[in-house]
Nanobody
């Protein structure tokens, strides 16, 4: 089975930056779109960003456009989420996920494999 392991979460002040990483193993990495989702306490998990298998196409949630950047390094089987200008509203557990295809979906039901999550806390 595909395994996804997130890292890079932590505590940061508002306005600061964090870079999350997601290391994948167990399947051809470049064949699938890879997404980031997040879930705050008491809220539903929501879409954050997605990148196509080749890295040529990206989509972002309106709430993070202009602040977050998703990228991938297929040679390293790793996808990244660079988060700048962080706000307290960004506080959540962040999950990476591998899509069942390569459609760059924003719907979590289209993702077949999920990491265990990494906590991001933004203080004001």
């Amino acid at each position: 089975q595909v395994q996804l392991v997130e890292s890079g979460g932590g505590l940061v002040q508002a306005g600061g930056s964090l870079r999350l990483s997601c290391a994948a193993s167990g399947r051809t990495f470049s064949s699938s779109a890879m997404g980031w989702f997040r879930q705050a306490p008491g809220k539903e998990r929501e879409f954050v960003a997605v990148i196509s298998g080749s890295g040529g196409t990206t989509y972002y949630a309106d709430s993070v456009k202009g602040r977050f950047t998703i990228s991938r390094d297929n040679a390293k089987n790793t996808v990244y989420l660079q988060m700048n200008s962080l706000k307290p509203e960004d506080t959540a557990v962040y999950y990476c996920a591998a899509e069942s295809g390569n459609f760059c979906s924003y719907y979590q039901g289209d993702y077949e494999y999920w990491g265990q999550g990494t906590q991001v806390t933004v203080s004001s």
